[in-house]
C-alpha cells in the first residue's frame, strides 16, 4: 500500500526553527514528485512546493520561497519541510502529497499524508 | 484569491444532484492543463476524486463525476448521502503563475 507518513504536531514559539517531515513506503521514493500544501485555520488549501527526491530538484511558489525550505533523503524515503525563524502566521496544517505526472506540468496529488499541525505561539 | 473560482457553498437534500463548478482561464483549465478534485471530509486529509478531468481512482464511488468544458470544470455528486458533507477543491497548474493551483473549495451541506 502507497502510504505517506508525517510527523507529529508541533508547538513553537516565534522565532524558533522547526523541520517536519513525510515518509513514503509502498513505491519507489525517488521517482516521484512530494510537494506540500498549507491550510491556514479556516481557509483553503495552498499548494507551498515540490521536491523530485532523485535528483532534488526543487520547485517554489514565489511567496514561500526564502520563508521554508523543502528537502528529501531518498536514502530513507522522506521529504522534509523546515522552517529557520517561525511566526505565528505559520500556524496551519501542513500536508504532504505525493504527484503524479500526466504531461508535461499537468499533475495531480493522488497519495496525502495525514497532516501536521503547526502551532506557533508565544 | 484563487485564480480557480469555487462557489463557497452548495446544498442539497439526500437522493439529490449537486454540482461544483472550477471556473479557470487560458492559463490553466482553458489551457493543456486538466482539473482535479479533491474531498476533505472533516477532520481528515484531501483524498482524490477525480483525475484528469474525468476519471474516477479506484474506490472512489460512481456517484462522483467530472466533466471539462473550456475555461471550466466541473464535479457532480448524484444520490447525495450525508457522508458526502465535506470540502471539495479543485486543482490545476497555471502556465502565468508557474505553479500548481487550488480551488478556494467548496463546502458540501447535505441538508
Known amino acids: 500500500e502507497v502510504q505517506l507518513v508525517q510527523s507529529g504536531a508541533e508547538v513553537k514559539k516565534p522565532g524558533e526553527s522547526l523541520k517536519i517531515s513525510c515518509k513514503g513506503s509502498?513505491?519507489?521514493?525517488?521517482?516521484?514528485?512530494i510537494g506540500w500544501v498549507r491550510q491556514m485555520p479556516g481557509k483553503g488549501l495552498e499548494w507551498m512546493g515540490i521536491?523530485?527526491?532523485?535528483?532534488?530538484?526543487?520547485r517554489y511558489r514565489p511567496s514561500f520561497e526564502g520563508q521554508v525550505t523543502i528537502s528529501a533523503d531518498k536514502s530513507i524515503s522522506t521529504a522534509y519541510l523546515q522552517w529557520s525563524s517561525l511566526k505565528a502566521s505559520d500556524t496551519a496544517m501542513y500536508y504532504c502529497?505525493?504527484?503524479?505526472?500526466?504531461?508535461?506540468?499537468?499533475?495531480?496529488?493522488?497519495?496525502w499524508g495525514k497532516g501536521t499541525t503547526v502551532t506557533v505561539s508565544s | 484569491q484563487s485564480v480557480l473560482t469555487q462557489p463557497p457553498s452548495v446544498s442539497g437534500a439526500p437522493g439529490q444532484r449537486v454540482t461544483i463548478s472550477c471556473t479557470g482561464s487560458?492559463?490553466?483549465?482553458?489551457?493543456?492543463?486538466?482539473a482535479h478534485w479533491y474531498q476533505r471530509l472533516p477532520g481528515t486529509a484531501p483524498k482524490l476524486l477525480i483525475y484528469?478531468?474525468?476519471n474516477r481512482p479506484s474506490g472512489v464511488s460512481d456517484r462522483f463525476s467530472g466533466s471539462k468544458t473550456g475555461t471550466s470544470a466541473s464535479l457532480a455528486i448524484t444520490g447525495l448521502q450525508a457522508e458526502d458533507e465535506a470540502d471539495y477543491y479543485c486543482q490545476s497548474y497555471d502556465s502565468s503563475l508557474n505553479y500548481w493551483v487550488f480551488g478556494g473549495g467548496t463546502k458540501l451541506t447535505v441538508l
Open positions: 487560458s492559463s490553466n483549465i482553458g489551457a493543456r492543463y486538466d
Open positions: 502529497a505525493r504527484h503524479v505526472s500526466l504531461t508535461g506540468s499537468n499533475y495531480y496529488m493522488d497519495v
Open positions: 521536491i523530485y527526491p532523485g535528483d532534488s530538484d526543487t
Open positions: 484528469a478531468n474525468t
Open positions: 509502498g513505491y519507489s521514493f525517488s521517482n516521484y514528485w
